[in-house]
């Protein structure tokens, strides 16, 4: 699979998780993929929020490495 398809699923499933982020008050941008890591920027509640590794392994990337083959993690670029 091409990276320019593996970046298109990823922006798509954030694009499905945004709304239960921002629910919370935060959100979630993507950076960049590389490797098979996925790199986001958690915003707003999120930046420092006591749940954001929860957030990140349990959410994001449990989904996308559900949805998306070829992600092998998750990391926040704060």
Avoid at 5 to 21: D, F
Avoid at 49 to 60: F, K, N, P, R
């Amino acid at each position: 699979m091409s990276t320019d398809t593996t970046e298109k699923q990823i922006k798509e499933v954030i694009k499905k998780l945004r709304p239960y982020v921002r629910r919370d008050g935060g959100d979630i941008e993507y950076v960049k993929y590389e490797d098979g890591i996925v790199y986001v920027r958690m915003l707003g509640a999120c930046v420092g929020c006591s749940m954001i590794d929860t957030t990140l392994t349990d959410g994001v990337e449990a989904i996308l490495l559900e949805e998306v083959p070829g992600i092998i993690g998750v990391e926040n670029i704060t």
